[in-house]
């Protein structure tokens, strides 16, 4: 409703604002823009605080300007310019017409102030305009993460079903799962199968010809695949395809 009455009232300022006939037959109008007390401080004043009324709901947080929030400012702006414009109305001098904008403008300035003076009266006005976002509640660690790299869930095989690794890949496994390699770079056991995990906090991923400078960091909250055992250590993929070991696996998840 304030929307719509600020762009009836900014339309409004560009008609007739007031209008003089002659007995002689001569007539001229103007319209509020050629006095900008008027155009600019009456019309615009008014569709200003319908702006700063609109821009008060959008924001998740109320604004405030030396104290006092944008809602309250920009209901100020509305009902000086109905005042204005009442009075402008009223007051027509002799041999003067109030023309359509001047008539046009009092309607859509009374109906814009009304709007802003019933928003905090009326429940059904109070409406959020636009809805805030949800934040999402930080998930505790052990339950599985909604989608993201290496997600075992509905929409891929879980690890089990896969094939032992260096076996031929099965049809649909996910993205990311470590393609055959050769078998010397089998388990010594041979009955290691991939499986996807999780760490618990962030932890640094080594190299496999043992450098001490870690090639990446597995961050918790993102499933990881783990292609080798060596001993207690894992060998581990990251998103972008990099293999290196995770010396500390304590307490890692899997999926």
Do not use: C, H
């Not at 993460?145 to 079903?161: D, H, I, L």
Request: glycine content about 12%; proline content about 11%.
């Amino acid at each position: 409703m304030v929307i719509g009455a600020a762009v009836l009232l900014f339309i409004a300022s560009f008609l007739d604002y007031q209008s003089v006939s002659s007995s002689y037959g001569y007539s001229a109008s103007r319209n509020a823009w050629e006095e900008l007390g008027t155009g600019l401080g009456t019309y615009m004043g008014a569709v200003i605080g319908a702006a700063l009324i609109v821009l008060n709901r959008v924001l998740p947080q109320q604004r405030k300007v030396l104290g006092l929030d944008l809602g309250m400012v920009g209901t100020g702006f509305t009902i000086l310019a109905t005042w204005t414009l009442f009075w402008s109305l009223v007051d027509v001098p002799d041999g003067v017409d109030a023309g359509a904008g001047l008539i046009l403008g009092f309607i859509a300035a009374l109906a814009l102030a009304g709007a802003a003076v019933a928003t905090p009266l009326v429940p059904a006005l109070q409406a959020v305009l636009v809805p805030a976002p949800t934040p999402q509640a930080p998930q505790p660690y052990g339950a599985q993460p909604q989608g993201g790299y290496g997600y075992p869930g509905a929409q891929a095989p879980q690890p089990q079903a896969q094939a032992p690794y260096g076996g031929p890949p099965q049809q649909g496994q996910p993205f990311g799962q470590q393609p055959p390699a050769p078998a010397q770079q089998q388990s010594p056991t041979g009955d290691f199968s991939p499986f996807w995990f999780a760490v618990p906090v962030a932890r640094p991923l080594f190299a496999e010809d043992g450098s001490p400078a870690p090639i990446a960091e597995l961050a918790p909250g993102t499933w990881y695949l783990a292609v080798e055992q060596r001993g207690a250590q894992l060998v581990a993929q990251t998103q972008d395809g990099r293999r290196g070991v995770l010396q500390d696996t304590s307490g890692i998840q899997r999926g």
